[in-house]
């Protein structure tokens, strides 16, 4: 049973650049939550996605931007990248309220 | 309302003694309470979960406390080994309509269990 995969597992882009990163949830996994970890710190909440839309939003500007497919797969956008941008994401997959969330192993994105 | 405080910042322990982690909360509308092992380089990982309506919970070496009226939750690592040394994070979410809530995470604990 394949977990929640991430892809790329890093990336380099130079300021200014837009970038997509991509999520496969944990198989039977219908709901999938977007989280930025800077160095040292505890992730935040940057989106949630069930049923192709997007249900919840925490404190990210308008650059930050998602999309669910029909199969649940997921992608995160950010646009106009910042240099405070630089930071591991994580995708993470859920199912209900009981089931627990799972994390992928992340995307580490430098921007330069 | 919506953090999570977590102590200590990092912790030192010798094999085969117990690690305690403490994490408090004040919005009381929190009903999940998980917590995650983070290895440097991957992801969270779900480690143990508990939710109000009962007092501890144990699976394996890792048990958590919890203390409603305290607003306090603890992990505790039994018989702790090296492999353990990593960092902990404990979170907290409530209830979306029956369905999945978004995850606010504590600070982080890097543990380091010396042989």
């Known amino acids: 049973d394949a977990g929640v995969t991430q892809s790329p597992t890093h990336l380099i882009k130079t300021r200014g650049q837009q970038v997509t990163l991509r999520c496969s949830p944990k198989?039977?996994?219908?709901?999938v939550s977007w989280y930025q970890q800077a160095l040292g710190q505890g992730p935040q909440f940057i989106f949630q996605?069930?049923?192709?839309?997007?249900?919840q939003r925490g404190n990210f500007p308008d650059r930050f931007s998602g999309h669910q497919f029909p199969n649940y797969s997921s992608e995160l956008n950010v646009n106009a990248l910042l240099l405070g941008d630089s930071a591991l994401y994580l995708c993470?997959?859920?199912?209900?309220?009981?089931?627990?969330?799972?994390f992928g192993q992340g995307t580490r994105l430098t921007v330069v | 309302q919506q953090q999570v405080k977590q102590s200590p910042q990092s912790l030192i322990v010798q094999k085969g003694g117990i690690s305690i982690i403490n994490c408090a909360y004040e919005?009381?509308?929190?009903?999940?309470f998980p917590w995650y092992q983070q290895f440097p380089g991957k992801g969270p990982a779900l480690l143990i979960a508990?939710?109000?309506?009962?007092s501890e919970k144990k699976e394996g070496r890792f048990t958590i406390s919890f203390n409603k009226s305290a607003k306090q939750f603890s992990l505790h690592i039994m018989d702790s080994q090296p492999g353990d040394s990593a960092t902990y994070f404990c979170?907290?979410?409530?209830?979306?309509?029956?369905?999945?809530?978004?995850?606010?995470f504590g600070t982080g604990t890097l543990l380091a269990v010396q042989p």
């Open positions: 993470a997959s859920s199912r209900g309220q009981g089931g627990g969330t799972f």
């Open positions: 198989s039977g996994h219908d709901t």
């Open positions: 996605y069930y049923e192709e839309e997007e249900r």
């Open positions: 919005n009381t509308a929190f009903d999940y």
């Open positions: 508990i939710r109000p309506d009962v």
């Open positions: 979170a907290a979410s409530m209830n979306y309509g029956g369905a999945t809530n978004k995850l606010i």
